[in-house]
């Protein structure tokens, strides 16, 4: 069995480096390969990419062109995978990719008709007090248990993918549709513990103040309205 691990990388060159050493370890089992999606980069990380992805083989890329969002990214290398179990981490390492190989432990205990996540710990309180809001809402708004919906690696198989994947947000909320839709599947939920550090290089896209977390908390209740709204429609 082939397992696919996508990175979306969003003007991520300085993190590149240290971030494919830690997948070299990722990909020294054969039947894993990581896919790194240049999502519409504008600094230097189409020739970062370049240089350095000839020295580890089982990692390659894939070009968006043009950045429409964080899901649309994840997506695109979830496409361009040929694994049987797919995953998605970020960047940033603020969670180490190599958790990837923990979630993967999972499927060999459990088959491949599960749905795994990572659990953080590490945070700072504010941004822990966050996640508990968000969590609570979204649990009772959609009426299905969803705790720290952002928590990475996110790791599932194909089958449950091609399920889903066309009708999928091509935002922040993709993290939320997935974990909603594995819910809906009433497939079996597993967690582990990640460790959740700081940004080796560079800020944050989305959560860097007061205002740009208000705009991903009313882009992500817009889209859970719509998201409820097609959940009623279907049942009646």
């Known amino acids: 069995m082939k397992f696919s ?25 054969d039947l894993c390969e990581v896919i790194l999606v240049d999502n519409g980069s504008t600094d230097d990380t189409p020739a970062v990419l370049a240089a350095l992805l000839p020295q580890y083989p089982g990692c390659r890329s894939v070009r968006v062109d043009i950045n429409q969002g964080y899901g649309f990214g994840i997506l695109s290398g979830l496409r361009a995978a040929k694994g049987e179990i797919l995953g998605w981490t970020h960047a940033d390492l603020q969670t180490d990719p190599q958790d990837f190989l923990t979630g ?6 459990y088959g491949t008709n599960i749905f795994v996540k990572g659990q953080r710990y590490g945070r700072p309180l504010a941004d822990v007090f966050f996640t508990v809001g968000m969590s609570v809402f979204e649990t009772v708004l959609l009426t299905k248990p969803l705790w720290d919906i952002n928590a ?9 993918f091609d399920n889903w994947h066309r009708r999928a947000p091509h935002d922040f ?28 290089h560079g800020v944050s896209h989305w959560n860097i ?7 991903f908390i009313c882009r992500t209740i ?3 309205l719509q998201l409820r709204k097609s959940i009623n429609n279907q049942k009646g």
């Not at 830690?22 to 990909?27: A, L, P, Q, S, Y």
């Not at 103040?209 to 705009?215: D, G, R, S, T, Y």
Request: one cysteine or more; hydrophobic letters at 45%.
């Open 104 to 109: 993967l432990t999972l499927f060999d205990q």
């Open 173 to 200: 909320s993709l993290d939320l549709y997935a974990y909603y839709m594995a819910r809906h599947a009433k497939l079996k939920i597993f967690r582990f513990p990640v460790k959740f550090g700081a940004r080796a």
């Open 152 to 160: 990475q690696p996110t790791l599932f198989s194909r089958q449950f």
């Open 209 to 215: 103040n007061f205002a740009a977390k208000w705009k």
């Open 5 to 29: 691990l996508v990175i979306p990388c969003y003007n991520e060159a300085r993190n590149l480096p240290l971030l494919l050493e830690r997948c070299e370890i990722v990909v020294a089992n």
């Open 222 to 224: 817009g889209f859970s």
